[in-house]
């Protein structure tokens, strides 16, 4: 059975400070997904990594695949209170199936 | 652009009354079309996945099933709930081109009584 486990689950900080979170397993991806979920609300795409060693921007977030493609990190500079929400990532394995990690509940206390 | 709507938005059903969740996607033909169940602040648990009309496959077995009777709608539903079935249910659609990423309505929250 494919894994993706995130890490930390759970993460509270303060307006200004930085963060990352992880996403690793064992297994290889062909692509790897982040999506940013809010309260209530369905989760949003942020981007697709899909080359091994990829670095992506999206403003003050930066999102690597690994060289391996087992794994990835998202780095958030400077965070903000609108930051806050529930960071999911998704592998796509090789039937085209997306593995999904559990989740890390980020708060960006003001 | 795409569209996905979900209703309703909340439901309060007791238990073994039936249940019935409707998704549907406007602006694209032949999606692939999903139903995922989420558990408080957790991640996502794949419940059925369908590739065309008529077409359904089950991930995890339950007291729940879908249906999809026309290409761009897709059903959840149950006979009787059972306690256990409370969760926030999205719906998504996947996207053609690119890489397989997945468009999410804003999801049904669903408790059961």
């Known amino acids: 059975t494919q894994l993706l486990e995130q890490s930390p689950q759970f993460l509270s900080i303060q307006e200004g400070e930085n963060l990352t979170v992880y996403c690793n397993s064992s297994?290889?991806?062909?692509?790897l997904q982040w999506y940013r979920q809010e309260p209530g609300e369905g989760p949003v795409l942020l981007v697709t990594?899909?080359?091994g060693g990829e670095v992506k921007k999206l403003k003050r977030l930066t999102f690597q695949f690994g060289d391996a493609r087992k794994d990835s990190s998202l780095h958030i500079t400077a965070a903000q209170p609108g930051d806050t929400g529930l960071y999911l990532c998704?592998?796509?394995?090789?039937?085209?199936?997306?593995?999904w990690g559990a989740g890390t509940k980020l708060i960006i206390k003001p | 652009s795409q569209t996905i709507h979900q209703w309703p938005a909340t439901l309060v059903q007791p238990v073994g009354s039936p249940l019935s969740l409707e998704c549907t996607v406007e602006?694209?033909?032949?999606?692939?079309l999903y139903w995922y169940r989420q558990a408080a602040g957790r991640g996502l648990q794949l419940l059925f996945y369908?590739?065309?009309?008529?077409?359904i496959s089950s991930e995890v077995p339950q007291n729940l099933s879908a249906s999809r009777p026309q290409d761009r709608q897709f059903i959840l539903s149950s006979k009787k709930l059972l306690l256990s079935d409370s969760g926030f249910y999205l719906c998504?659609?996947?996207?053609?081109?690119?890489?397989?990423?997945?468009?999410f309505g804003p999801g049904t929250r669903l408790t059961v009584t």
């Open positions: 297994s290889v991806f062909s692509s």
């Open positions: 998504a659609w996947r996207g053609v081109q690119g890489y397989y990423e997945q468009y």
């Open positions: 602006g694209t033909s032949n999606p692939n």
């Open positions: 998704a592998g796509l394995n090789s039937n085209y199936q997306l593995i």
């Open positions: 369908s590739v065309g009309i008529g077409q």
């Open positions: 990594v899909v080359t």
